[in-house]
């Protein structure tokens, strides 16, 4: 932004509304928020530091706005409000050959005595700057960027922007600057609404275009997963239910082994069908391997529906967030940022799906409605399992007052509750897994990670639970 526009669009809101007082200001790494209006037609003037430093106008409710401000600091509306809050603009700072702008702002404290404060605003590309500086009061030194003296620079010869100034604008150059003329920006209406029309272009391109295409990007990056996702399981359900095919032939040989028993090749029924065995193997060791098979492909049926509804579902919330995203909303919350690979090395578990014996996993896992459940398979796996794979927003089941497996609910997206469904399935396989098994409808409790911990001696897979919900189911494998 050229040193006279700058000016210009300051001077013209400090005559346009001397009155207004503002009502509170944020700061961010980029970028200062003072808001300041009435409610009606409140404004948001933001010093922006970078990609290019310059003074926007915003209503408050813009999406850039709120993008801005929910970068900010926690403690900055603090810091900056104890001394701006309330304050009306006093005086406009600045010379139309300087990107320098000093905003001299006057509030009343609560002993009664006037304080004036100015903000700075150095709007000079890779050297950009704000600061606050006491006039008459002493102010803590407040400031973001690069730091730069508190006093109002000399001008020295007349830049390019300010000669292109004089000459265009002429007998009228000081009006301009004194933001007495529409005409300093393109547009239509006062100077003030040109001003806030340029800002929302400005915003839009290097605020909503930059964080819209991450969301798109992202959004596509899912949509692509999912695709991948439905091929895998196309071509699951394609083998296995060549698997179930088998089931006629395996048992209409069953049927007639004993007098087929021991025939290779191929074994002829009593009816004249002809089936051909696999090649070195008997009628009897066929029939058990295609019996195998036809019970692993009603397995993985059975696993494939719950993978394919919750295919439907992720299917159903991408679509939702990608209309969400065509009608602008959902822009304010930051895109997820790539994880560090000492992040990474935080979250994955160790490798401690291993049992201490040697045989097999610590643990199983199992699919329900796009939650995945985790069933330790004796003490000291259930430890492993609660205290060193599992997230403290992770949930965790176990049936009441007997001895049984710990059962976890993975929860990466970090809902308040599991749904239902999943909640009543995950408690049917903690009472399954559990002394409980042949009970009847039993008790199970279940809570967060966080509420679980295990004092120094007790017994592997004994654990306190600090509060806890529970519900009643009849074990269910």
Not at 276 to 281: D, F, I, M, Y
Not at 336 to 362: F, H, L
Request: hydrophobic share 45%; with cysteine.
């Amino acid at each position: 932004m050229d040193a006279p526009l700058l000016l210009a669009l300051a001077r013209a809101q400090g005559r346009a509304h001397p009155a207004w007082a503002l009502e509170g200001a944020w700061a961010s790494d980029r970028a200062l928020g003072l808001r300041w209006g009435r409610k009606a037609d409140a404004d948001t003037w933001i010093l922006l530091l970078h990609p290019r430093p310059a003074l926007w106008r915003l209503p408050v409710g813009h999406a850039a706005a709120k993008i801005l401000a929910a970068e900010a600091k926690k403690d900055s509306a603090q810091a900056w409000g104890a001394w701006l809050s309330g304050a009306r603009l006093l005086e406009v700072q600045g010379h139309p050959g300087e990107r320098w702008l000093g905003l001299v702002f006057q509030r009343r404290a609560i002993s009664g005595r006037l304080e004036t404060v100015r903000v700075a605003f150095q709007a000079i590309p890779g050297r950009a700057g704000i600061r606050l500086d006491g006039v008459d009061v002493a102010a803590p030194r407040l400031g973001l960027g690069v730091p730069f003296p508190a006093t109002m620079p000399v001008p020295g010869d007349d830049p390019p922007p300010l000669k292109r100034w004089r000459e265009h604008y002429g007998e009228h150059f000081e009006a301009a600057v004194s933001g007495e003329m529409d005409e300093v920006l393109p547009g239509e209406g006062s100077l003030l609404a040109r001003h806030r029309d340029w800002s929302m272009a400005e915003a839009e391109a290097l605020v909503l275009a930059p964080r819209r295409a991450a969301a798109e990007r992202i959004l596509n990056q899912k949509a692509a997963k999912l695709a991948r996702l439905e091929a895998a399981l196309e071509k699951d359900r394609a083998r296995h239910e060549k698997g179930l095919a088998l089931k006629p032939q395996a048992a209409a040989l069953s049927g007639e082994l004993w007098r087929l028993k021991g025939a290779e090749g191929e074994a002829v029924l009593e009816d004249g069908t002809i089936i051909a065995l696999p090649r070195g193997e008997t009628a009897e060791s066929a029939v058990q391997t295609w019996f195998a098979e036809v019970k692993k492909a009603g397995r993985g049926l059975a696993r494939l529906e719950e993978l394919e509804s919750g295919l439907v579902r992720q299917r159903a919330e991408l679509a939702e967030r990608r209309a969400a995203l065509e009608r602008g909303e959902g822009l304010e919350a930051a895109p997820p940022k790539a994880a560090s690979s000492r992040e990474k090395a935080k979250r994955e578990p160790r490798k401690v799906d291993k049992r201490k014996d040697g045989k097999g996993t610590a643990f199983r896992s199992v699919q329900i409605e796009g939650f995945e459940l985790l069933i330790g398979k004796g003490d000291a796996e259930n430890d492993q399992l609660t205290f060193k794979v599992a997230e403290n927003t992770d949930f965790w089941l176990h049936v009441a007052n007997m001895p049984g497996s710990h059962v976890v609910i993975r929860n990466p997206d970090k809902v308040s509750e599991p749904p239902r469904l999943v909640l009543e399935r995950a408690a049917e396989l903690a009472a399954f897994h559990s002394k409980a098994r042949d009970a009847g409808k039993v008790e199970v409790h279940w809570c967060r990670i966080a509420d679980i911990s295990k004092p120094r001696g007790f017994a592997p897979g004994k654990v306190i639970l600090k509060q806890w919900k529970s519900l009643r189911v009849y074990p269910k494998g």
